[in-house]
C-alpha cells in the first residue's frame, strides 16, 4: 500500500542537499556563473551559434543543423532552405496596426531566422510551451509573400500536454538534439578543435551542462531518494505508464514547491530584517550610547545589497567601525569566510568583535 501522500515542500527541503551534493562534484562554467537559468541567456548563446559569421568559426555549420532538425519535424511540402539566414534576437512581432493602436502588448520573440526565401521564429523556454506567447502572431510574423515559414519551440525538455493554443502545431527542438549534431561535427572536424581550443572549451562546457547534465547521483543519494519518495506517497510515480511524462510531472511539481519555498524563505528574511532594524532604531541604538563615549552610533542603514543583503549597518561617529548586525544567508557565508580572514589578517576578528 502507499504511504499518504505528505507536503511536498518537506520532500522539496529533504531533496535540496541531495541535489545541491550532485551539482557540487564537477566544474562547469554555465554552473558558476549560474549562466543559461534565464532564457535570455541561452538565447544569447544559441545565437551566436546560429550566426554563419560568428566568433566561433563554424560558419553556418549550427545553422545548417538546426534547420536539418526544424524540416524533420515539417511536411514534405513546406521544408526551409538549410542555410542563408540572418539572426536577430528580441523581436516584437505585432502587426503595424496592433503597435499603432496600442491595446495588444509586445509579444517578442527570442530568436528570428530571415532570408528572402524564409523565415523561423523561435520561442526559448525550459520546456516546450508558449508560456504566454501568441503562436498565430509569431507565424503571422514570419509568413510573407512567397515565403516559406515555420515556429519552433527550442526547448531543454518536451512537454507536448502544455502545448495548447496552436503552439501544439509549432515544430520542437530540444537542446539535447541540436547540441548533440552540434558534438558530432565538431569531432568530425579535429581542425577546428585546434584552431579554435577557446570556443571548443566553452562549447563542450555547454554541451556537459545542457546535454549530458550534472554529475550522476552516488548509489547512497539514489537510496535516499527512493526512500524519500516512498515515504512520502510518491511512490506511485515509479510505476506510471509513461515514463517521460511521468518523469516530466514529477520535475515540474518539485519545481513549483521549490519556486515557492524559495519565495516564501525570502520574504521571511524580509520580516527577520526589518524587525531588526527596528529593533536597531528603538532599542539597541540607546542601549548603545550609554556605554560609549566616543563612537556613538549616529545612523541605522537596511539597504545593502548583494551578499551584504542580510545585514543591518549602525553607522558610528568619530570614524569608529560600522557595527554590522548579520543573519541569515550573510551570516552563513561570512562566517565560512572568518577562519580565511584571520589567518589573513590576525587583528580583523577581534575589532570586529570589538565593535
Not at 549560474?34 to 568559426?57: C, I, M, P, R, Y
Not at 503562436?135 to 509568413?143: E, G, P, T
Not at 525538455?157 to 509549432?170: I, L, M, Y
Not at 524587525?275 to 537596511?302: H, P, S
Request: aromatic share 8%.
Amino acid at each position: 500500500m502507499t504511504p499518504r501522500s505528505t507536503d511536498m515542500s518537506g520532500f522539496v527541503t529533504a531533496l535540496v542537499p541531495m541535489l545541491s551534493r550532485s551539482l557540487a562534484e564537477d566544474f562547469n562554467v554555465f554552473r558558476v556563473m549560474h549562466h543559461g537559468t534565464h532564457e535570455k541567456q541561452l538565447s544569447n548563446v544559441f545565437a551566436w551559434l546560429l550566426a554563419a559569421d560568428a566568433t566561433h568559426g563554424l560558419g553556418d555549420a549550427f545553422q545548417c543543423s538546426f534547420l536539418e532538425r526544424i524540416n524533420a519535424g515539417l511536411p514534405s511540402g513546406k521544408q526551409l532552405p538549410s542555410t542563408g539566414y540572418r539572426v536577430t534576437q528580441e523581436v516584437d512581432t505585432r502587426r503595424d496596426e496592433e503597435v499603432a493602436g496600442g491595446q495588444v502588448g509586445m509579444d517578442i520573440a527570442d530568436i528570428v531566422l530571415s532570408q528572402q526565401a524564409a523565415a523561423v521564429v523561435v520561442e526559448n523556454y525550459g520546456t516546450s510551451d508558449g508560456h504566454g506567447h501568441d503562436y498565430q502572431r509569431y507565424l503571422d510574423f514570419a509568413v510573407g509573400p512567397g515565403r516559406a515559414a515555420a515556429v519552433v519551440l527550442l526547448c531543454h525538455r518536451r512537454a507536448a500536454h502544455r502545448q495548447q493554443d496552436g503552439w501544439e502545431d509549432a515544430v520542437v527542438v530540444t537542446y539535447a538534439e541540436v547540441l548533440g549534431d552540434l558534438h558530432a561535427h565538431i569531432y568530425r572536424v579535429p581542425s577546428w578543435r585546434r584552431g579554435h581550443s577557446d570556443q571548443f572549451f566553452f562549447i563542450q562546457q555547454m554541451i556537459d551542462h545542457f546535454v549530458e547534465g550534472p554529475a550522476a547521483v552516488n548509489p547512497d543519494d539514489q537510496i535516499s531518494f527512493i526512500q524519500a519518495m516512498c515515504e512520502t506517497g510518491e511512490s506511485a510515480r515509479y510505476g506510471y505508464q509513461s515514463q517521460d511524462r511521468a518523469t516530466q510531472e514529477f520535475a515540474d511539481l518539485v519545481a513549483e514547491h521549490a519556486r515557492r519555498q524559495f519565495e516564501d524563505s525570502r520574504k521571511t528574511l524580509a520580516t527577520v530584517k526589518a524587525q531588526l532594524q527596528g529593533f536597531a532604531r528603538t532599542t539597541l541604538t540607546d542601549q548603545l550610547n550609554e556605554k560609549v563615549e566616543r563612537g556613538q552610533v549616529q545612523k541605522i542603514e537596511a539597504s545593502l545589497k548583494g551578499i551584504w543583503q542580510w545585514c543591518v549597518a549602525l553607522h558610528r561617529a568619530d570614524e569608529q567601525p560600522t557595527i554590522l548586525l548579520v543573519f541569515g544567508p550573510t551570516a552563513v557565508v561570512k562566517n565560512e569566510q572568518a577562519p580565511q580572514l584571520a589567518s589573513a589578517r590576525p587583528g580583523l576578528l577581534e575589532s570586529v568583535r570589538d565593535t
